[in-house]
């Protein structure tokens, strides 16, 4: 009896939540944008400068939806006292979960990638970036969008060459993309 009661409920449940009736009108959002200045916690506290962000994103319901998105960061920098010269960097790709509560314009995100930093540590890793933030939809649904989101990447990678072999580093950054909804 109880084994019924729980298909029951399991069938209802599956019944008011039909992926293709919750579907949201522009399913698909392309965007890309700068992913601002922010600081890394790790070994020593540094700041990062604007790097780019480019993403896909497929609504599944109209409260979650999923993702790809690339970034990087590159710099090159000119020791002209010491007449040398090198490129720091970091670039990376990642999948993207998003809940938007109640199907509104706010949104929590969790992000599973992969990145690769270059320059005075040489190391890559797995990498963890929940998100938060606001996909602004101004004028008609779909179209022009403005997301602007707050991210905590959280790096878990191994530094090539280093005795000590392996590093977690945590930041906070900002990010404001301009996308296309349709």
Known sequence: ???KILVMIVLI???GTNVLMAQPENPNTLRAGLAG???VFGDTLRLSGPGLVTAYERAITRAFSL???TFG???FEIDTYNDTSWVRGVAGAQTRV???????????DLGLGY?????DVNRDGFLVSPEAGWKIDPGKPGGFVIIPAVTVPVFIGRDKGSAYGSSIDVGLLSTISLGFAF
């Open 1 to 3: 009896m109880k084994r």
């Open 13 to 15: 449940v599956l019944g």
């Open 37 to 39: 200045v922010g600081v």
């Open 67 to 69: 993702g790809l998105e």
């Open 73 to 75: 960061n590159f710099s």
């Open 98 to 108: 998003k809940w938007y509560p109640g199907g509104g314009p706010f949104f929590a």
């Open 115 to 119: 990145a690769w930093e270059v320059g």
